[in-house]
T-cell receptor, first 115, second 114 residues
Framework: GAGVSQTPSNKVTEKGKYVELRCDPI?????LYWYRQSLGQGPEFLIY????????DSGLPNDRFFAVRPEGSVSTLKIQRTERGDSAVYLC?????????????FGPGTRLLVL | AQSVTQPDIHITVSEGASLELRCNYS??????LFWYVQSPGQGLQLLLK??????LVQGIKGFEAEFKRSQSSFNLRKPSVHWSDAAEYFC????????????FGRGTSLIVHP
């Protein structure tokens, strides 16, 4: 079956602009996670959803970052007033349910470059 | 809070040689432990995971890892490396209970020489 998909695969924007990154999880997966991966680093947790609600948003770096999952499937990560430091690969993952025993399946990521 | 250390940024091996990638974690209780592989342009793929029980865990693609509580380690091994194993490898630790969010190490880049 189809895996996790993310669009766009690459996004170049200018400092101060607004961007949206989309994630389509595996069908039937109730948990969805967003991570950010900077060059030479491992993924860092941003936010995770159980269904439509954000169960844990403790990893969002500041209020310029926001994510939604209105129907419990597709999620959008929104970044306002982008800064050069936001440049990174943004990864999305989904799992059948939330919890430590569940395997997270990752998408290929969106590479964001802020000029 | 939990943390993960992967002390080797790069590892170079010859095809057919054995491999061991090191991972040390810091956490007060028994953690959940994972190894992921990331190939260029691909998402992270889970190789194996440890939650409890047998401390030697078998994974996909011929990989295994051993949980050693006394050393706070979860090293990844493969007896014979193939050129297609060249990739970035990430160790991750998750806390037991709660919402569970893994903390990843910075990764080890595996280079395979023919």
């Amino acid at each position: 079956g189809a895996g996790v998909s993310q669009t766009p695969s690459n996004k170049v924007t200018e400092k101060g602009k607004y961007v949206e990154l989309r994630c389509d999880p595996i069908s039937g997966h109730t948990a969805l996670y967003w991570y950010r991966q900077s060059l030479g680093q491992g993924p860092e947790f941003l936010i995770y959803f159980q269904g439509t609600g954000a169960a844990d948003d403790s990893g969002l770096p500041n209020d310029r970052f926001f994510a939604v999952r209105p129907e419990g499937s597709v999620s959008t990560l929104k970044i306002q007033r982008t800064e050069r430091g936001d440049s990174a690969v943004y990864l999305c993952a989904s799992s059948l349910a939330a919890g430590g025993v569940e395997t997270q399946y990752f998408g290929p990521g969106t590479r964001l470059l802020v000029l | 809070a939990q943390s993960v250390t992967q002390p080797d940024i790069h590892i170079t091996v010859s095809e057919g040689a054995s491999l061991e990638l090191r991972c040390n974690y810091s956490y007060g209780a028994t953690p959940y432990l994972f190894w992921y592989v990331q190939s260029p342009g691909q998402g992270l793929q889970l190789l194996l995971k440890y939650f409890s029980g047998d401390t030697l865990v078998q994974g996909i693609k011929g990989f295994e890892a051993e949980f050693k509580r006394s050393q706070s380690s979860f090293n990844l091994r493969k007896p014979s490396v193939h050129w297609s194993d060249a990739a970035e490898y990430f160790c991750a630790v998750g806390v037991t209970g709660g919402s569970y969010i893994p903390t990843f190490g910075r990764g080890t880049s595996l280079i395979v020489h023919p």
